[in-house]
């Protein structure tokens, strides 16, 4: 399910937002919180897990920058403009 590609899965399967949640909590707590920039792709599904991710994050402590729909270059660029 996690490779070097990021998390992977069949959504509602493999990945639903009980699990994106606590995966990004998880994530947020290694963090210590501070700041994560948040991007989507196109797919139908962003939403739902945007919105998990979201709650993870901020369960941890973490603040949250919500960029939308966003390539990675640009994703980048805010988390290094950022420093996040």
């Known amino acids: 399910m996690i490779g070097a590609s990021g ?3 069949i959504v509602g399967e493999d990945l639903d937002p009980e699990l994106v949640a606590k995966f990004a909590a998880a994530f947020g707590e290694f963090l210590a919180g501070g700041l994560v920039v948040v991007a989507s792709d196109t797919r139908p599904s962003n939403e739902m ?3 998990a991710i979201f709650a993870g994050l901020l369960s941890s402590g973490c ?5 939308g729909i966003c390539p990675t270059p640009s994703l980048q660029l805010m988390v290094t403009g950022l420093e996040a």
């Not at 603040?63 to 960029?67: A, F, H, I, M, Q």
Request: hydrophobic residues 45%; aromatic residues 18%; glycine residues 10%.
């Open 7 to 9: 998390v992977r899965g």
């Open 63 to 67: 603040e949250v920058v919500d960029l």
């Open 49 to 51: 897990f945007r919105y």
